[in-house]
Structures are given as structure tokens and as C-alpha cells.
């Protein structure tokens, strides 16, 4: 079993800026791509970033320029910067990770979520 632990959530005002973080523990051989998703109040989630071992990057369009991903592979963690934040970010935003358990098998876990609220 893989165990996915975010941090950092909270409330920030417009412009403001929050950092979240996850870390992955458990029975893993190797992680491929970590990301972050999110999910507003009636809305489906949506992939905000992505990030794989090699380093290579997405951005959702509704955060380039002001969301940053990095990734620590000997840790297993992922953060995610966020500045100038927006009122349409607020959102539960979750950490997920896929890659290979110790015994070869593909995962992909999910964080429990972590609340953002961007408000004046």
C-alpha cells in the first residue's frame, strides 16, 4: 500500500499565496508522475499540474504563470506553488501519484484532499 499525506491548504486573500505539499510513503519501488487536482464546489475535478521523474511539466491553462510543481524523487514529495491566487481557486485540491509498488505492481494513489479558500 502506497500513502499519499498533503499539507498546506488554508485561506489566502486574492493575490496572495499558498505552497502545498505531499508526500508519498508505503511500499514503492518507483513513482512516475506525481500531480496535483482540484475540485470546486459542483464542479469536476480537474488536473492543475503534473509532474514526471524526468522532470517533465504540465500546467493546466488556468494556472501557467502562477503555479509552480517540483518534485524531490529521494523523497517522494511534490509541491506545489501558488501565487496570485484567484477567487476561482478555491477548490479541494488532491495529491496524486502513480508508479510501482516493491513488489513491480502499478499504482496510483490519491491524497485525502486539502481545502484552499481564496477570499477578501
Known amino acids: 500500500q502506497v500513502q499519499l499525506v498533503e499539507s498546506g491548504g488554508g485561506l489566502v486573500q486574492p493575490g496572495g499565496s499558498l505552497r502545498l505539499s505531499c508526500a508519498a510513503s508505503g511500499r514503492i519501488f518507483s513513482i512516475g508522475a506525481m500531480g496535483w487536482s482540484r475540485q470546486a464546489p459542483g464542479k469536476e475535478r480537474e488536473s492543475v499540474a503534473t509532474?514526471?521523474?524526468?522532470?517533465?511539466?504540465n500546467y493546466a491553462d488556468s494556472v501557467k504563470g502562477r503555479f509552480v510543481i517540483s518534485r524531490d524523487n529521494a523523497k517522494n514529495t511534490a509541491d506545489l506553488q501558488m501565487n496570485n491566487l484567484k477567487p476561482e481557486d478555491t477548490a479541494v485540491y488532491y495529491c496524486?501519484?502513480?508508479?510501482?509498488?516493491?513488489?513491480?505492481?502499478?499504482?496510483?494513489?490519491w491524497g485525502q484532499g486539502t481545502q484552499v479558500t481564496v477570499s477578501s
Open positions: 496524486a501519484v502513480a508508479g510501482l509498488t516493491d513488489i513491480r505492481r502499478p499504482f496510483t494513489s
Open positions: 509532474i514526471t521523474s524526468d522532470g517533465i511539466i
